[in-house]
């Protein structure tokens, strides 16, 4: 399973990259197997929309289930991967790249002090295992 | 093997029957209304009889074979049901006919409203629902109504616990409410300590199927009542799993404030494709005055001389209709005849043997099998479809192989709290034999696993059509066939 280190996690499975003040997330790698095949996404925030930390950002609809996503930490939306909308696959193949759901400015940057590292997140993977 | 569509069938002049010739003027219906071509297929009686007798032959009933679709209970549908059901003063009334001249179906109505109060323990019944899902949505509707008539508008959150059926939350977000979770704790019960963490003054209620999906006794069921009817809050109960408490429990004394039947699952009326469901709801005393209206009712007990007269009467503060006329009545015959064929006596023995089925196929498979919680279970168990030494095997093609074998899949993947999930629940209606077969089957399919797993990955391979893409199916679905 694919954990890259950099990255933040939480207990819902959603990724967080942050550059400088900047975010951008999608479902782990885990999260993904855990649905199989994901046959839509759809992302209900819009550029501009302001969100607060655990708030619903998209779902997403497997052969196997259909999911809510939260977003990791409270802020702007800046983007949206429009491109998920045709190929909700990306987010089988690369969770961390192609599959990511939205861009935003994060509004406290200390929330993401509630958030797992890459290593607490492998061990809360294993233990659901 | 593939059926070809009753359009490629179709021959050009064939028919059914012959007409003979016109012999009146024909119509003056205005030309331009008429149509002249309708690409109608033309074949012969026998061509049609055997086209559709093939594809009846295809399809996999509980008439044909063991179908253990976990929480669907798919009990075997006793065919004097039918004969009942069809029954001239039952199949040939009409739901506008004056309700004097309609008094053998409205007592019977009514006597089904009176044996599931007794049955579940509660005070009132509606026979309106026609579905399970459509039974949560009206009694999630009862405790909206209940509470603003209490003036507590802001009670709009509705727990539900991570093993429910997708429906609970369905049901309460299409109420307007808001869905919570409620997690289990490592037995497979509700986490209390979690649960009263989440009661206070704006829980409308919480949603409870017990036993569970996971085919577990909910053990603190008491306590939970308690901590919902501390806060204020009302319990619902989800009747899908009521097979494994008739006779034995009413969900009335657990604390149940208002509950769905589902007819079409505990008390044998035809599922699935096999016909219409009905999910009666019933209420608790305080509850009552909100069910749908109009409810049956006796107008009049009558004497030694006269019958009792039935008619209908209205809730005092119903939420209103949930289903044109009665439901769906011929249902409600056939679960009637159930019960009265079965009697008290023949409903618990329903539920103890099913329990005892489930149980006996669980201690079969345990070997070969992980099984979600080590303990006694009710109606059902939920297995898992996977072994760590069996690498690219999952629930979904152990169901797929099990067609092969000539028996319906159990439900898989649900609940989601077990990882490739196979959830079985036998009936009571089976045989050891045929439980001891399925069990065979099982142990055959998992050895298959681990040393022909290619035999999995492409089941089903007995069938008109093999393993379906269900992507494809998904994203790119066809819903339409064009006619040539």
Same mark, same amino acid.
Request: charged content about 20%; overall charge negative; aromatic content about 6%.
């Given at each position: ?15 967080? *990259? ?109 233990? *659901?295992? | ?17 012959? @007409? ?159 869905? &919570? ?26 949603? @409870? $199927? ?34 494994? @408490?008739?006779?034995? &429990? ?127 279970? /009710? ?11 069996? +690498? ?48 065979? $089957? /099982? ?9 022909? +797993? ?31």
């Amino acid at each position: 399973m694919n954990i890259p280190k950099e990255l933040k996690y939480t207990k819902s499975d959603e990724w967080i *990259r942050v550059e400088g003040t900047q975010g951008t997330m999608g479902i782990s790698d885990y999260a993904q197997g855990q649905l199989s095949d994901i046959v839509y996404v759809e992302v209900l925030a819009k550029k501009g929309d302001t969100l607060a930390q655990g708030k619903p950002i998209a779902s997403v609809e497997s052969v196997k289930a259909a999911s809510e996503v939260y977003i990791p930490a409270g802020g702007t939306i800046t983007d949206v991967n429009a491109a998920l909308a045709t190929a909700p696959e990306s987010i089988n193949k690369d969770p961390y790249g192609e599959g990511w759901m939205v861009k935003f400015t994060l509004a406290n940057p200390a929330e993401l002090d509630s958030l797992m590292d890459s290593k607490t997140y492998e061990a809360y993977c294993a233990g *659901r295992q | 093997m593939t059926e070809p569509t009753i359009y490629e069938l179709s021959s050009p002049g064939r028919a059914g029957v012959s @007409l003979p010739a016109l012999d009146v003027d024909p119509s003056t219906f205005p030309p331009a209304l008429i149509r002249t071509e309708l690409p109608l297929p033309q074949l012969a009686e026998s061509d049609v009889v055997r086209h559709f007798l093939r594809l009846s032959q295809w399809n996999y009933s509980v008439d044909k074979g063991f179908y253990p679709l976990g929480s669907c209970t798919m009990k075997y549908n006793p065919k004097i049901n039918e004969d009942t059901a069809r029954l001239p003063g039952f199949a040939f009334v009409h739901p506008l006919q004056d309700p004097e001249t309609a008094q053998g179906c409205l007592a019977l109505m009514y006597q089904l409203q009176g044996w599931l109060c007794e049955i579940s323990g509660l005070a009132a019944v509606s026979l309106q629902p026609a579905a399970g899902a459509h039974g949560e949505l009206t009694g999630v509707l009862m405790i909206r109504a209940y509470h603003h008539d209490r003036g507590q508008e802001n009670r709009r959150r509705m727990l539900i616990p991570n093993s429910a059926h997708g429906t609970n939350p369905a049901s309460v977000a299409m109420a307007g409410m808001e869905a &919570v979770e409620v997690p289990a704790d490592p037995e497979g019960n509700i986490d209390l300590a979690a649960l009263r963490t989440l009661c206070d003054e704006t829980v409308a209620g919480l949603m @409870l $199927t017990n036993p569970n999906t996971l085919g577990l006794f909910e053990e603190n069921i008491l306590a939970v009542a308690e901590a919902v009817h501390g806060c204020g809050g009302l319990l619902y109960g989800d009747g899908a799993n009521l097979n494994a @408490l008739l006779g034995i &429990v009413r969900p009335g004394d657990l604390g149940f404030d208002v509950m769905h039947f589902n007819l079409h699952k505990t008390f044998s009326t035809p599922h699935g494709g096999g016909g219409p469901g009905s999910g009666p709801v019933g209420a608790a005393a305080q509850l009552a005055d909100f069910l749908p209206a109009p409810l049956v009712a006796m107008i009049d007990p009558g004497n030694e001389a006269d019958p009792p007269l039935y008619g209908y009467r209205n809730p005092g503060k119903s939420i209103g209709r949930m289903r044109a006329f009665n439901g769906n009545f011929g249902i409600l015959v056939r679960a009637a005849t159930y019960i009265r064929m079965l009697g008290a006596d023949g409903l618990r023995q329903v539920a103890e043997t099913a329990v005892l089925n489930a149980n006996y196929l669980r201690a079969l498979l345990k070997d070969t099998y992980t099984i979600s919680h080590e303990r006694t279970c /009710m109606h059902e168990f939920v297995a898992e479809g996977r072994w760590a030494d069996a +690498p690219g095997v999952g629930a979904g093609d152990i169901a797929k192989r099990l067609i092969d074998y000539g028996v319906h899949p159990p439900t898989v993947k649900f609940p989601l709290i077990i990882p490739d999930a196979l959830m079985i629940e036998p009936t009571e209606t089976e045989s050891k034999q045929t439980l001891d077969s399925f069990a065979d $089957t /099982m142990k055959k399919i998992a050895e298959e696993a681990h040393t022909h +797993p290619e035999l999995l990955h492409d089941a089903p391979h007995n069938t008109p059509v093999g393993r379906l893409d269900e992507v494809r199916a998904a994203k790119q679905p066809i819903l339409t066939g064009k006619l040539t």
